[in-house]
T-cell receptor
Framework: GAVVSQHPSRVICKSGTSVKIECRSLDFQATTMFWYRQFPKKSLMLMATSNEGSKATYEQGVEKDKFLINHASLTLSTLTVTSAHPEDSSFYIC????????????FGPGTRLTVT | AQKITQTQPGMFVQEKEAVTLDCTYDTSDQSYGLFWYKQPSSGEMIFLIYQGSYDEQNATEGRYSLNFQKARKSANLVISASQLGDSAMYFCAMRAFTGANNLFFGTGTRLTVIP
């Protein structure tokens, strides 16, 4: 299957700083990428959907000014957590959908963010 | 709006036995897809099986099969001949093929395979 990578896999940052997480589709072009957040022992919650070259669509309750998403190319999307706080600590997972596909959606390995 | 319900927070199964993980869903869409993902402790989401709402036959992928009962809006995952490596979190998910077209997940079931 198609491969999606995320970088970094783990990051620890101080409160008030910003952190950028990269999501790349390695062997296919992803017209749509998704960002999910997962709390410990909980389900994945969709944060936002991004289409290449256009603004991301955020789910209700997700602060768009805090979680900046950029989908600059068909193989790269970034999530920037701005002015991070301890409550932003979580597991962030990106996912990419093959353009025109009925159902193929591939997930990255996730990034564990810890804000101290 | 879609809603996915997994009522079993945890399940245990003896190695080599079969196990069924329950999933029910609610949607007003006529065209949708149902998915099962496995999440081991490493955190990655592994796609297991897919069932389209118009598929007449239940999906199968190796030891995984999906018991799709459209009238009951259920999409249970059956794992046959369980292996120790099957111990993980299992998520049922659904995507409607209209509107926002996003993938939404249930709360998950933690499966533990006992030697």
């Amino acid at each position: 299957g198609a491969v999606v990578s995320q970088h970094p896999s783990r990051v620890i940052c101080k409160s008030g700083t910003s952190v950028k997480i990269e999501c790349r589709s390695l062997d296919f072009q992803a017209t749509t990428m998704f960002w999910y957040r997962q709390f410990p022992k909980k389900s994945l919650m969709l944060m936002a959907t991004s289409n290449e070259g256009s603004k991301a669509t955020y789910e209700q309750g997700v602060e768009k000014d805090k979680f900046l998403i950029n989908h600059a190319s068909l193989t790269l999307s970034t999530l920037t957590v701005t002015s991070a706080h301890p409550e932003d600590s979580s597991f962030y997972i990106c996912s990419a959908r093959v353009g025109g596909s009925a159902y193929e959606q591939y997930f990255g390995p996730g990034t564990r963010l810890t804000v101290t | 709006a879609q809603k996915i319900t997994q009522t079993q927070p945890g399940m245990f199964v003896q190695e080599k036995e079969a196990v069924t993980l329950d999933c029910t869903y609610d949607t007003s869409d006529q065209s949708y897809g149902l998915f099962w993902y496995k999440q081991p402790s490493s955190g990655e989401m592994i796609f297991l099986i897919y069932q389209g709402s118009y598929d007449e036959q239940n999906a199968t992928e190796g030891r995984y099969s999906l018991n799709f009962q459209k009238a009951r809006k259920s999409a249970n995952l059956v794992i046959s001949a369980s292996q120790l490596g099957d111990s993980a979190m299992y998520f049922c998910a659904m995507r409607a093929f209209t509107g926002a077209n996003n993938l939404f997940f249930g709360t998950g079931t933690r499966l533990t395979v006992i030697p």
